[in-house]
């Protein structure tokens, strides 16, 4: 009876921060600059989520500072699965031509 309750309060606790997924991805822009000079690669984010999922906060982390600005836009604008708290998650933004 005890591994039941268990079960049962592990499948209804809030989502840790490390599995906070992103339910809505928006894709990002493509700077046109960087289109031109075939500039590809990954963007590094670090997203602060509240617990509803809503993304209060986004910065790079790491990747080339052309395509940064874009990815970050883009990532203000995802949603994330609901969570316990604010949440410190980090994605990555791809961008290959």
């Keep these: 009876m005890v591994f039941a309750l268990t079960v049962l309060t592990t499948s209804v606790a809030p989502l840790r921060a490390e ?18 000079m075939h500039i590809t690669g990954t ?9 509803a999922g809503s993304v209060l906060r986004a910065e790079s982390d ?3 500072k052309m ?6 836009d ?4 995802w949603k994330f699965a ?9 994605v990555q ?5």
């Design 19 to 36: 599995e906070r997924a992103s339910i809505v991805r928006v894709p990002p822009a493509y700077p046109e600059m960087a289109k031109r």
């Design 43 to 51: 963007v590094k984010v670090v997203v602060t989520v509240d617990a």
């Design 62 to 64: 790491s990747g080339n």
């Design 67 to 72: 395509l940064a600005p874009a990815a970050i």
């Design 74 to 77: 883009a990532v203000k604008h």
């Design 82 to 90: 609901p969570g316990d708290g604010n949440a410190t998650v980090v």
């Design 93 to 97: 933004v791809n961008f290959g031509l």
